[in-house]
């Protein structure tokens, strides 16, 4: 579930309309809406929010994206690890060698 699913599920709950909230955190209803259905809501909007509902918990609504960034797999981490010890020995004779030639100038 996303931020912006999150919150608007919150609200819900609490039965407040975008419009009473747009009230309350002295923002737009247009804005309100957007965060809530479209954009993803910016610092502000979640400071807004959070200092006029301070049981609102800031750190699960990212908790479903933290966990997708953790879960990205990249085939460099599936890779045996004595491979990538191999291409950084070769990757350090190579950088040796340019040091010691740029040295000899």
């Known amino acids: ?13 609490k039965n407040i309309s975008n ?3 747009a009230s309350i955190i002295n923002y ?8 809530l259905r479209i ?5 502000e909007f979640l400071k807004a929010v959070k200092d006029n509902f301070p049981e609102l ?12 960034l953790l879960k990205e ?3 460099l981490y599936k890779q045996d690890g004595s491979i990538l010890i191999d291409e950084i020995e070769i990757n350090l004779k190579k950088l040796r060698s ?4 740029n040295s000899h100038e």
């Open 73 to 75: 797999e990249d085939d």
């Open 28 to 35: 737009s209803e247009v804005m309100v809406s957007r965060y």
């Open 98 to 101: 340019v040091l010691a030639q």
């Open 39 to 43: 954009n993803k809501p910016n610092y």
């Open 19 to 21: 419009k009473e909230l």
């Open 1 to 13: 579930m996303n931020i912006n699913t999150k919150l608007r599920l919150f609200f819900e709950a």
């Open 57 to 68: 918990d800031l750190n699960n609504l990212f908790v479903d994206e933290l966990d997708l």
